[in-house]
């Protein structure tokens, strides 16, 4: 009979999970082919064994477990499990202490009974079972793998609660099913064959409501916030590829997992809670809590020690923890006992895979098989680590941001309601969260989104500065954009997922996965990553290659034994791509922003874990000459890249400044004001900036592995090399290509006016190290701990006067607190920054134009002393002023290094002044060394170095007459508005050649430039001379 073999197997698992079941019964209604349980409670510390989380369950049960055997067509209809209302509670353990009493409180109800009878195998229930001898063994194994491959499983209103201090956070699921599917992905009853290996199953999530609240200090929740998530439905595709008929396990899984769209809602009240739960989850993920305390040893009889033991540091997520590179000097260095070795989340995710895809490893024994059967050598086989693919993919996510306000019913007794209203709101289109491992040594882990911007919503602090009545448009309240738009981009955020019909398991053939370092990086460049998406792309890598010759880097490394892994390299790349973005920082962008910081700041919840002081290992570690040469072969390290593409910041003058509200909160100083007055707000227009452009931005940064144990190790060396030093270091690499600022308005349209440049386009890059763990360098004081250089090979900067009080007034309106208006800008003084394109001035400004150039400054610090240097190659300044004719002429004001050895004679005046040699020392060259501590002093006294080049300064005329512009009105012919056009700051005009510079007026172009001149961007390195010379041109 059927019922034989597979009524035992549904019970082992209802038995295993379910407390206070008679066998018997339901034994006898599962022949019957329903059974119907009501009200059971859960068997908590076997869940919370399966499933090895740092938390503990407080409660759970069922309330209706219902199970349909359909024993007539057991070969073409499925067995249905239905749950419904399933509710458990959990909490983040106390402590170790705690969890030696939590292993036999009667709070949970648990007992050590129950969990040693719930680790009984299947195969014990078995050993009464009885065998056919008309069913051969293997039909028998044929239909259970059919039975257990099409089970479907119906959970209908899914609870879960977490619970720590004052926050709740809840997850309600009306229903999910998980069923198996055909290859079109519709309900069907399947199984693998031999010319197709490959399983499909789906699963449903209906109506998905998340919830965050606060309650008091009795446990009770007062008001409820609205939900973080409100029934948000999504849907989930597993594909299976085994490699044949008798796989245990498939070689092959992905589990990707579509929503269409996820509205996130936060409140100023639950954004302190959700950053409480986020700091948990980076907590757990770095192993900063739930680790063993120092002394203590694993309980053998309590297994929530081995759930907090479970969780590691930042890379070993990837891998059962080998502690450290082999090349350490093997183990001795600093491996720990096996006992105590930490395991990674990822780890202990894999470590699900087995239970997850296939049945209990007992189901042999419910066949009846011979331990020489097929199956059983095969189960006896090294496995290999399949290839798993995890995917997270969402077509359109929204997060609003709301500040809430209590508001009283007229009833003295009624309860206090809580209104909310949305300020702020972010849009993100086309998100892909994809991950790819094969066993511990790689994975890799691949984030991205197409397009997302940011929304001014209703009004902030009462200011009704976006209120309905506003009319405002929707580019107003947009002052975020990155990316493109989803529909002009495309799908491309689904290649290659099962919900992409151009994808391999979509069409019939087996994927092909690229899991070689060199390969991946080849592949999965910036630019293809950002092809793809557009706006965000983020690609971490982590793999382990054994280099010994023993094994590669697909072997098993389950073991966590350094001895059988021979040499390992480990490496962990992330690479971020941000795409062009236009960033706007208006009074309502700015002030939202600041009111979700201060709303984050407000909470009394401390900290998980603290800053661990540096303390150094008293046990010196010392290595040998061939140990040494290992080490240097090879350390591992982490290495992070950041890129910005095309980036745009432009910078308005506040139209209303409550700075004062928000700043002290951020600083620390006091709580912030909720009551404020409303204030009428009207819109400044023409709104003046200052718009910032960058081609690019790249951040690089490089930290070791193991900082601990390599600087331990190094230290002690007696002979130190450049290359083990420098690995000891954080470095950090900033470079910053075509920079430029410069000056525009916003008109009543939303419209900019042509960009007026004030910083012309230049480039700079910022190097950086920091010692790691300094106090382990005592003995070596010439060590230096902190180290920068700093190089600017050339700035330029011009404005008129005009520009000048434009940019005050930008400022002062942000430094100035209280009402802006007062502030507001002089019309004429607008008319004259941005001039009518084809209108003449009659009186146009002086612009003065400064340059500096080959600018590299230096700082270092060591234990004893601190020293910064610095060389400044050439300074220059000049004005360029209306001359005769209408032409301009350029004013030499300022010049260094400069040759005035005969300034004297009038032959200066009047020759032209090239430049003879760019090898010129340059214009100031400087050092500056100081004692760490004063007291100190008499061992490393102070030091002043200082060198400066001759220098020329022209007093002229066209200098007071910048100083003292006053803005004035214009006619009104020169007040017609201007063309708007969309154009970079800086114009392609063709620059002036010129053949000499003279102190006097010079032939220009006609038309006035604002590009840094001829003059001011030319190398002048000339002859040295010494002192510093001052003339005056009449």
């Not at 740092?54 to 073409?76: A, C, M, Q, Y």
């Not at 002229?956 to 006053?966: E, G, K, R, S």
């Amino acid at each position: 009979m059927l019922e034989s073999y597979v009524t035992p197997i549904l019970m082992s698992y209802v038995n295993r999970y379910i407390k206070n079941l008679k066998p018997s019964d339901l034994q006898l209604s599962l022949w019957g082919g329903d059974v119907v349980l009501s009200k059971l409670e859960l068997k908590l510390d076997v869940l919370e064994q399966e499933l090895k989380l740092p938390f503990t369950f407080l409660s759970g049960h069922i309330h209706e477990l219902r199970i349909h055997v359909p024993w007539t067509k057991l070969g073409s209809e499925p067995v249905v499990i239905t749950i419904n209302t399933m509710e458990c509670i959990l909490k983040l353990k106390d402590g170790i202490q705690d969890d030696h009493e939590s292993c036999g409180s009667n709070s949970t109800n648990r007992s050590t009974t129950e969990n040693t009878k719930s680790s009984v195998k299947p195969r014990r229930i078995q050993q009464a079972a009885p065998t056919d001898p008309d069913l051969p063994p293997g039909y028998v194994q044929s239909l259970i793998r059919r039975v257990v491959n099409n089970v479907n499983i119906v959970i209908n209103n899914l609870i879960l609660k977490y619970v720590e201090d004052d926050i709740v956070l809840s997850v309600n699921i009306t229903s999910a099913e998980c069923y198996t599917v055909g290859e079109l992905w519709d309900r069907a009853f399947m199984d693998i064959s031999a010319t197709d290996l490959v399983l499909r199953k789906v699963i449903n999530f209906s109506d998905c409501t998340v919830c965050l609240d606060k309650r008091n200090a009795s446990g009770k929740i007062e008001f409820y916030q609205d939900p973080l998530l409100y029934k948000c439905s999504f849907r989930t595709r597993l594909h299976f590829t085994y490699d044949n008929l008798n796989s245990k396990m498939p070689s092959v899984i992905k589990i990707h997992t579509l929503v269409e769209s996820l509205k996130l809602s936060i409140t100023d009240q639950q954004l302190p809670m959700f950053i409480r739960i986020m700091q948990l989850g980076i907590a757990l993920y770095y192993g900063e809590i739930g680790n063993f305390k120092d002394g203590e040893t694993e309980d053998p009889t309590c297994h929530n020690k081995d759930m907090l033991g479970n969780i590691t540091g930042a890379e070993d997520e990837t891998r059962i923890d080998m502690q450290y590179p082999a090349q350490y000097k093997g183990q001795e260095l600093y491996s720990q006992q096996e006992d105590e070795q930490p395991q990674g989340w990822v780890s202990w995710a894999w470590s699900f895979v087995p239970a997850i895809v296939s049945y209990d490893d007992g189901e042999e024994d419910f066949l009846g098989n011979d331990p020489t059967s097929t199956a059983h050598q095969q189960k006896a086989q090294t496995l290999r680590d399949p290839i798993v693919s995890i995917g997270f993919y969402c077509t359109k996510a929204t997060v609003t941001f709301k500040l809430t306000e209590m508001q009283a019913e007229s009833s003295y007794y009624s309860p206090q309601k809580v209104k909310s209203k949305e300020v702020l709101c972010w849009e993100q289109e086309g998100t892909t969260v994809e991950a790819l491992m094969m066993g511990e040594p790689f994975f890799d882990c691949q984030i991205g989104f197409v397009g997302c911007r940011a929304l001014c919503l209703k009004g902030i602090m009462g200011v009704k500065d976006f209120e309905e009545n506003m009319n405002r448009s929707e580019t107003e309240a947009c002052f975020f954009i990155c990316g493109e738009n989803l529909s002009m981009k495309g799908l491309t955020y689904l290649t290659n997922s099962l919900f992409d019909y151009r994808s391999p398991e979509n069409n019939g053939t087996r994927a092909e996965f690229i899991l070689d370092a060199a390969h991946h990086k080849e592949t999965y460049t910036e630019i293809a990553g950002m092809q793809r998406f557009g706006a965000f792309y983020m690609d971490y890598l982590y793999t382990m290659e054994n280099i010994s010759g023993k094994g590669s880097a697909n072997q098993d490394f389950s073991s966590g034994k350094s001895e059988d892994m021979g040499t390992v390299q480990e490496k962990s790349t992330k690479s971020l791509v941000i795409g062009p973005l236009d960033f706007r920082l208006d009074s309502s962008a700015v002030h939202r922003i600041l009111k979700m910081i201060v709303c984050a700041l407000e909470h009394e919840y401390e900290p998980y874990t603290g800053l661990k002081p540096d303390i150094k290992d008293e046990n010196e570690i010392i290595l040998n000459t061939e140990e040494v040469a290992s080490l240097e072969e090879y350390i591992p390290t982490r290495h992070t890249s950041v890129t910005l593409l095309k980036c745009t910041c432009t910078i308005f003058m506040a139209e209303f400044n409550l700075l004062d509200h928000l700043l002290p909160v951020i600083m620390g100083e006091k709580n912030s004001s909720n009551f404020l007055n409303a204030t009428n707000f009207q819109s400044l227009r023409p709104l003046p900036s200052i718009q910032i452009l960058v081609d690019k931005i790249n951040l690089e940064h490089s930290v070791p592995m193991y900082p601990e144990q390599l600087v331990h190790v190094v230290s002690n060396l007696t002979q130190l090399s450049d290359n083990l030093l420098h690995y000891c270091y954080a470095h950090c690499y900033l470079k910053i290509f075509g920079f430029q600022a410069g000056l525009t308005s916003l008109d009543c349209r939303g419209s900019y006016c042509l960009p007026v440049p004030i910083i012309p386009s230049f480039s700079t890059a910022l190097y950086g190290k920091l010692l790691k763990l300094p106090t382990c360098w005592t003995k070596r004081s010439q060590i230096a701990i902190t180290e920068g250089i700093f190089e600017l090979p050339n700035l330029t900067v011009q404005a008129t006067r005009a520009q000048t009080l434009l940019l005050q007034a930008i400022y002062q309106s942000w430094s100035h607190i209280g009402n802006v208006n007062s502030l507001s800008v002089n019309e004429a003084l607008m008319n004259e920054v941005f001039q009518t394109i084809g209108v003449k001035s009659k009186n146009p400004l002086p612009t003065l134009e400064g340059s500096i150039q080959n600018v590299e400054l230096k700082y270092c610090s060591t234990s004893l002393v601190k020293c910064a240097s610095g060389t400044m190659g050439s300074i220059k300044i000049c004005a360029k002023a209306p001359g005769d004719s209408g032409k301009e002429k350029l004013i030499p004001l300022l010049q260094g290094p400069s040759d005035t050895k005969d300034l004297h004679s009038s032959k200066w005046l009047n020759e032209s002044r090239k430049p003879e040699s760019l090898l010129a020392p340059d214009l100031i060259a400087f050092t500056v060394q100081v004692p760490q501590y004063m007291d100190y002093c008499h061992n490393s006294g102070a030091v002043l170095l200082c060198s400066v080049q001759g220098v020329a300064v022209n007093i002229d005329p066209v200098l007071y007459t910048w100083l003292i512009y006053q803005p004035q009105k214009r006619t009104s012919r020169h007040m017609q508005q201007q063309p708007v056009v969309a154009v970079p700051l800086i114009m392609p005009i063709s620059r002036r050649k010129e053949d000499e510079l003279s102190v006097g007026s010079a032939p220009l172009a006609k038309q006035q430039s604002y590009q840094a001149s001829e003059y001011a961007s030319s190398p002048i390195k000339t002859k040295t001379i010494t002192g510093c010379m001052l003339y005056i041109y009449p």
